[in-house]
């Protein structure tokens, strides 16, 4: 991960079925998987078919500035702190938020999406676009929207 490549999808798969079933009977969001199209196949073998994926979508630069901000917050606010995953105003503090891991993720994340996303047009997953190039405030802001028009949990749903 460190080095901007995927973790095993059967590691990561194994990780979130053991990770759901904390939630039975409730919807779960899985934030930035399927990162492949071994991961959808994987996830639908051992857990289910999704009902919905949320497609979170902006232009490199935008990704990139984020990216590299979130790192000078984290790295900032952290200067004392010792490894945790959150610093003590809230930012991921994460090693791997710099410009050559960065590059390497989004290179990662273009080899693998165009598959992924197909597959689930394939396999009738409805597919939920989101602009992500506006301020994180209104993004998230339609994230909360979706949460709640997706109330009550159908049971053993879950939205990648």
Known sequence: MKRGELVPSDVVTALVRRRS???PGRRILLDGFPRSLENAQDFTA??????????LYFDDTILL???????????H??????????NGNGHDVRTDDNIE???RRMRTYHK???????WLREHHVPVVNLDCSMTP????????AIGRLMRPAAVGGSIF
């Open 21 to 23: 079933r904390s939630y």
């Open 46 to 55: 051992s857990c289910g078919h999704p009902e919905l994926a949320l497609h």
């Open 65 to 75: 500035e984020r990216i590299l901000k979130r790192g000078a917050l984290a790295k």
């Open 77 to 86: 606010d952290s200067a004392d702190m010792k490894t945790t995953s959150l």
């Open 101 to 103: 891991t960065a590059l």
């Open 112 to 118: 693998y999406h165009r598959p992924t996303m197909e």
């Open 137 to 144: 405030e209104n993004v998230w802001a339609q994230l909360l």
